[in-house]
T-cell receptor, first 115, second 111 residues
Framework: SAVISQKPSRDICQRGTSLTIQCQVD?????MFWYRQQPGQSLTLIATANQGSEATYESGFVIDKFPISRPNLTFSTLTVSNMSPEDSSIYLC????????????FGSGTRLTVV | AQRVTQPEKLLSVFKGAPVELKCNYS??????LFWYVQYSRQRLQLLLR??SRESIKGFTADLNKGETSFHLKKPFAQEEDSAMYYC?????????????FGKGTTLSVSS
């Protein structure tokens, strides 16, 4: 099955700064998804990124806080802007349609701690 | 409203005992449901999908539309089954389709 590489795997950042997370897929995919998993919580969809169009954000998430790029069919970035301790989470990228059974495949996640 | 509910945060069983991880959903359309598993220090991975109706690692799940449930079952639990299990529902949003997740159930199997 296809592989998703996500980096950095973890980071500790100062409040007020920004962090850009990268997601690389080894096959072309139409849709890429960004999720957040807060401590002790489930996964929450932040946005869907289709190549060639603006990302579509879920309720409670805005582009100014979480700008997303999708320059081609194998790559996407998520930036967490002007960070506060409440942004401390695991951020995961995901793609669909590359796995047998058409399930969704997830990256290994980026563990972000804001101090 | 679209929603996935996993009522149990933690399920502890002994090795060899039957396991049932509960999942209920709320969705107005025809549901497409998944079970994902996350072992310690590993990434989230697909366990099974209701459409495929297959058994993976001895686990099965049957979609019951009348009860809006998709419970995950295994007749004899093994210690290596200890992990976090998430039930997920494929939904249609503005961008196409995406998964929404339940809160997850930690399965702990002890000898």
């Amino acid at each position: 099955s296809a592989v998703i590489s996500q980096k950095p795997s973890r980071d500790i950042c100062q409040r007020g700064t920004s962090l850009t997370i990268q997601c690389q897929v080894d096959s072309q995919v139409t849709m890429m998804f960004w999720y957040r998993q807060q401590p002790g919580q489930s996964l929450t969809l932040i946005a869907t990124a289709n190549q060639g169009s603006e990302a579509t954000y879920e309720s409670g998430f805005v582009i100014d806080k979480f700008p997303i790029s999708r320059p081609n069919l194998t790559f996407s970035t998520l930036t967490v802007s002007n960070m506060s301790p409440e942004d401390s989470s695991i951020y995961l990228c995901s793609v669909s349609g590359i796995q047998q059974g058409n399930g969704y495949t997830f990256g290994s996640g980026t563990r972000l701690t804001v101090v | 409203a679209q929603r996935v509910t996993q009522p149990e945060k933690l399920l502890s069983v002994f090795k060899g005992a039957p396991v049932e991880l509960k999942c209920n959903y709320s969705y107005s359309g025809s549901p497409e449901l998944f079970w994902y598993v996350q072992y310690s220090r590993q990434r989230l991975q697909l366990l099974l999908r209701h459409i495929s109706r297959e058994s993976i690692k001895g686990f099965t799940a049957d979609l019951n539309k009348g009860e809006t449930s998709f419970h995950l079952k295994k007749p004899f639990a093994q210690e290596e089954d200890s992990a976090m299990y998430y039930c997920a529902l494929s939904t249609v949003n503005q961008a196409g389709t995406a998964l929404i997740f339940g809160k997850g159930t930690t399965l702990s199997v002890s000898s």
